[in-house]
């Protein structure tokens, strides 16, 4: 995953062509975190217990990630 995501950084740098960037931390994050979720959630059959402890979070914390990407559960 790390060579993955090192790549995917420095193509998009690279396609910046000199433009500038701001908050790609929080832009990498979001963009993870959404399929990130979603795959915990289908490799778990939708339980959320499960899923949280597969993610390492509470299910609370779950669920309001869910709700904030429109994530159906």
Known sequence: ???AATRVVK???NDL???QCRDLHALMLRQVE???LEEA???CNGNLTR???LLGITRATLRKKLDEYGIVH
């Open 51 to 53: 899923a949280a402890e």
């Open 1 to 3: 995953m790390r060579d």
């Open 17 to 19: 062509n000199g433009t």
């Open 41 to 43: 959630l289908k490799f």
């Open 34 to 36: 959404k399929p990130v």
């Open 11 to 13: 193509r998009y740098l």
